[in-house]
């Protein structure tokens, strides 16, 4: 089974510009989260959505905004770029939304690039 | 907000010594978790821990959840060079979001 899939995997751009994001859960996973992780340091909760709603957001200012689609698919929309953007963004999936000991399941990130 | 201090921030040792890693906090958390991640990957969880006080072993590996559930420790024995990467701690509390702690960077030499 594929595990959780993100695209692209590197994407460069340029200050005020948007960007978005794309992230797969495993098959019968219904809860996707995203994390922003900054070179250096630990991940950073932005969003989390279960069964297409909003359960949690994370410190990040309104330029930020995620959905999740009825197949549970996610994506997370960045827009007015700033060159502090520059990070790599993980999507993590689970079956529930559980109280934080639920297993999560991350992929292999979006390396964005804010020039 | 719930910040978790990892130290060391670095930790370079030779293959076969043992070595323990710290997870601190001033905050309780309802579960901690361990992952480990490697470059151009997205961390991958190594284990949970929730009651104050547990002991979880994973082959070489020994986790420990503090009385309080405040802290928690990664005791590696007789590291190999496969267990070099940045280990992180996150606690959950409440919600199914994580705080993830600043990491550890292991490199182990052969």
């Known amino acids: 089974d594929a595990g959780v899939t993100q695209s692209p995997t590197h994407l460069i751009k340029t200050r005020g510009q948007q960007v978005t994001l794309r992230c797969s859960p495993i098959s019968g996973h219904k809860s996707v989260s995203w994390y922003q992780q900054v070179l250096g340091q630990g991940p950073q909760f932005i969003f989390q959505y279960y069964e297409k709603e909003e359960r949690g957001r994370g410190n990040f200012p309104d330029r930020f905004s995620a959905r999740q689609f009825p197949n549970y698919s996610s994506e997370l929309n960045v827009n007015a770029l700033l060159l502090g953007d520059s990070a790599l963004y993980l999507c993590?999936?689970?079956?529930?939304?559980?109280?934080?000991?639920?297993?999560?399941?991350f992929g292999s990130g979006t390396q964005l690039s804010v020039l | 907000t719930q910040l978790l201090e990892q130290s060391p921030q670095f930790l370079s040792i030779q293959e076969g010594e043992n070595l323990t890693v710290y997870c601190n906090s001033s905050s309780v958390f309802s579960s901690l978790q361990w992952y480990r991640q490697e470059p151009g990957e997205g961390p991958v969880l190594l284990v949970t821990v929730v009651t104050g006080g547990e002991v979880k072993k994973l082959k070489r590996l020994t986790f420990q959840f503090g009385d309080a559930r405040k802290d928690s420790s990664l005791h590696i024995t007789a590291a190999q060079p496969g267990d070099t990467g940045l280990y992180l701690c996150?606690?959950?509390?409440?919600?199914?979001?994580?705080?993830f702690g600043t990491g550890t960077r292991l490199t182990v030499i052969p």
């Open positions: 993590a999936s689970s079956f529930q939304a559980g109280r934080g000991s639920e297993k999560l399941f």
């Open positions: 996150a606690g959950g509390a409440g919600a199914n979001n994580l705080f």
